[in-house]
């Protein structure tokens, strides 16, 4: 080609050879100089969709008046679920058997797994909490357990049942179980001696773990007897601290110096960087119950090294709700809501997702642009995978229509990219005390408790996967610059450079002949 072109023609394609070589060679360095891994060993992506955000239907369920018998938990709501070893506990729950106009109280335990995606009934064992709904199931998952990721199980209401044929309000209970998933055995931390070192007895409050210590906020509780021997309910806006060591709770009480959130019930409380995240909830109103739409930070170092309360108010972002759930991702800083109930007096239950980034202070409205999604619900329980990133959710109960769940569904909080992405940038630094576990979809511990036990030395980790993954982006930009302005360029013009030859070699042939 080159003895047959003209000197000009020659000359533009040499240039346009060695813009091509050039940017070959340049994809090729910072392929060599990008740190992060291949992804053969990736957790596979069940799910589809891609980037976008799409819920799956994990595990039918069954009907109400179904017989289960034994193969997965019958439907109920306000039941409670942690994290452990590849998968999630439920216990216990609430619903009213309408067929038979009688309510079913449960106090059964079964596990899900995250690879078979199937249910396995606990054996009922000795010890364990008695039957109630709107109680919290805490996984701590410490060194001092081991890492098996034991569960700590407080309070709750069990609506009298054992003394009455018909729901009592307000019959709260104060207790605290230790369940060890592995030995599948319960063990009363309650302390007997009762006093100071009691907790009050509560429904629909949070509980999380913060560094040998469990944080409860707010709740329903019984602040006096009426004449017709039924409690008067209201709202608590204290924060109580459980030692693991001492048994005992301390209580932290509101002060007018300082802000402090609503008394409130059926609200969610996760933790992101050393402080406590509560959301929305319902509080008593004169008529019904007030919804709630605000975000509150609590210093949890303050609390435990001070004795002290710190609340600080975020930007409030989706609509106000209560009974909905609460999952988070501590080396992302992000925190997600789903569901919940508007209710005025009348409940409408919703299905939406909502983002809040701990980094930019703001809020963001999940959309899941196609697909199946689950029916609108509250009181349900969820968990979040931290090795794929899905949310989970169980169970729950809707208005319209009214019904009881035990559908599993889920949905990826990363999707596509962005999972793989969050992955890599957190291997790039393979070297940190646990950081490989990431890769492990049977992780055994939660990504914020890993951190917890690593050396100090490594507390910046969170800053350098946000830099790694932002570096990661910026060069995944820089390809896609090369390939849009050098590449695509230089093959339109070997395109033209082609079509010439053709042309004159059809004019050398034309003139031959």
């Known amino acids: 080609l080159r003895e047959r072109l003209p000197v000009d023609v020659v000359r533009v394609t040499d240039a346009v050879m060695r813009a091509v070589v050039a940017a070959a060679a340049a994809c090729a360095v910072l392929a060599a100089d990008d740190p992060t891994p291949a992804l053969e060993d990736m957790p596979a992506d069940a799910g589809g969709g891609g980037d976008e955000y799409v819920w799956e239907n994990v595990h039918l369920g069954s009907l109400p008046a179904e017989d289960v018998a034994g193969r997965l938990p019958e439907v109920r709501y306000g039941a409670a679920a942690a994290p452990v070893p590849r998968g999630f506990v439920v216990s216990h729950g609430y619903r009213y058997n309408h067929h038979a106009g009688r309510a079913v109280w449960h106090e059964d335990t079964w596990r899900f797994d995250f690879k078979t995606l199937g249910w396995q009934a606990l054996p009922h064992s000795r010890g364990t909490p008695t039957a109630r709904y709107k109680h919290t199931l805490t996984s701590?998952?410490?060194?001092?357990?081991?890492?098996?990721?034991?569960?700590?199980?407080?309070?709750?209401?069990?609506?009298?049942?054992?003394?009455?044929?018909?729901?009592?309000?307000?019959?709260?209970?104060?207790?605290?179980?230790?369940?060890?998933?592995?030995s599948n055995a319960w063990t009363n931390h309650t302390r007997v001696d009762g006093g100071s070192s009691a907790m009050t007895p509560r429904a629909g409050h949070s509980t999380v773990h913060y560094r040998q210590h469990l944080i409860v906020f707010g709740g329903d509780v019984v602040t006096r007897e009426q004449d017709d021997g039924i409690g008067q309910l209201d709202d608590t806006g204290e924060v109580l601290v459980y030692s693991f060591e001492t048994m005992q709770?301390?209580?932290?009480?509101?002060?007018?110096?300082?802000?402090?959130?609503?008394?409130?019930?059926?609200?969610?409380?996760?933790?992101?960087?050393?402080?406590?995240?509560?959301?929305?909830?319902?509080?008593?109103?004169?008529?019904?119950?007030?919804?709630?739409?605000?975000?509150?930070?609590?210093?949890?170092?303050?609390?435990?090294?001070?004795?002290?309360a710190v609340w600080k108010p975020l930007p409030a972002g989706p609509p106000a709700r209560g009974g909905h759930v609460a999952v988070a991702d501590e080396l992302l800083g992000k925190m997600w809501v789903h569901g919940g109930a508007f209710c005025a007096p009348s409940c409408a239950c919703k299905t939406d997702v909502w983002e809040w980034d701990a980094g930019q202070r703001g809020w963001v409205e999940v959309l899941v642009p196609r697909g199946m999604r689950p029916v609108g619900r509250h009181f349900h329980s969820a968990v979040l995978d931290p090795a794929t990133h899905y949310l989970y959710i169980f169970g729950g109960e809707s208005y319209a229509p009214y019904a009881y769940f035990n559908d599993v569904w889920r949905i990826r909080m990363l999707p596509g990219a962005a999972h793989e992405r969050y992955v890599d940038a957190a291997l790039i630094y393979d070297g940190l005390?646990?950081?490989?576990?990431?890769?492990?979809?049977?992780?055994?511990?939660?990504?914020?408790?890993?951190?917890?036990?690593?050396?100090?030395?490594?507390?910046?980790?969170?800053?350098?996967?946000?830099?790694?993954?932002?570096?990661?982006?910026?060069?995944?930009?820089?390809?896609?610059?090369?390939?849009?302005?050098?590449?695509?360029?230089?093959?339109?013009?070997?395109?033209?450079?082609?079509?010439?030859?053709?042309?004159?070699?059809?004019r050398r042939r034309a003139k031959h002949h």
């Not at 570096?471 to 093959?491: I, M, S, Y």
Request: proline share 5%; with cysteine; net charge positive.
């Open 140 to 182: 701590i998952g410490t060194a001092a357990s081991g890492g098996r990721g034991d569960l700590y199980f407080v309070g709750g209401d069990d609506g009298g049942h054992m003394h009455s044929t018909s729901h009592v309000w307000g019959a709260f209970l104060g207790d605290v179980y230790r369940y060890g998933p592995d």
């Open 249 to 308: 709770w301390t209580a932290l009480e509101p002060t007018a110096a300082r802000p402090w959130p609503t008394a409130r019930r059926a609200h969610t409380a996760v933790v992101i960087g050393g402080g406590m995240l509560v959301f929305g909830g319902f509080t008593h109103g004169k008529t019904h119950a007030k919804n709630l739409d605000d975000l509150w930070l609590l210093d949890l170092d303050q609390v435990i090294n001070a004795g002290r």
């Open 433 to 506: 005390p646990g950081i490989t576990t990431l890769m492990d979809p049977h992780v055994s511990r939660t990504v914020g408790e890993l951190l917890a036990l690593r050396p100090p030395v490594y507390r910046e980790h969170d800053r350098l996967i946000k830099r790694a993954d932002f570096a990661h982006a910026r060069l995944l930009e820089t390809n896609a610059g090369l390939v849009r302005n050098t590449l695509l360029p230089g093959a339109v013009v070997l395109a033209l450079l082609w079509w010439c030859r053709q042309r004159f070699r059809a």
